[in-house]
């Protein structure tokens, strides 16, 4: 008497699923890195664009002023001059710019200009631009 197997078993069906389950969950993980490595990508283009707002507020500055105007190292310009006024408001999460002279005293100025903001996960991110200014 011969058996005919044309059906598959239950264990097979366990199996399949399994594999089917694995595949979905790598890819909805795959698609979610994607989702926070573009926002990641917009979140730098944002804080470059405030970099080069500010750098350009800088340069239209005269030299004689640009450290009373942009005081080295105070957060966020302080009360007489809020970069985030300059560069139409803040976007990202927490944003904070700096401007920073190493040595202020040297000709040409070195400008460094900085932005630190929390992406995602609640990471701190920094970014900085830097720029020289001769009188």
Excluded: C
């Excluded at 694995?22 to 989702?35: E, F, N, P």
């Excluded at 750098?55 to 007489?80: C, H, L, N, R």
């Excluded at 190493?102 to 609640?122: D, F, K």
Aim: proline share 4%.
């Amino acid at each position: 008497m011969k058996k005919n197997n044309r059906g598959v078993t239950l264990i097979e069906v366990l199996i399949a699923a399994l594999v089917l389950v694995i595949t979905i969950g790598a890819a909805l993980k795959a698609y979610q890195y994607h989702l926070q490595l573009a926002q990641l990508s917009k979140d730098k283009a944002e804080a470059v664009a405030d970099m080069r707002d500010i750098m350009e507020t800088i340069s239209a500055t005269p030299y004689s002023q640009i450290t009373t105007i942009f005081p080295d190292g105070v957060v966020d310009g302080g009360a007489f001059n809020d970069y985030s006024a300059l560069v139409g408001g803040y976007i990202l999460d927490n944003q904070r710019m700096t401007v920073s002279y190493p040595n202020p005293l040297n000709t040409p100025l070195e400008i460094i200009v900085s932005v630190q903001w929390y992406g995602p996960r609640a990471r701190l991110l920094n970014l900085s631009l830097s720029t020289f200014k001769a009188e």
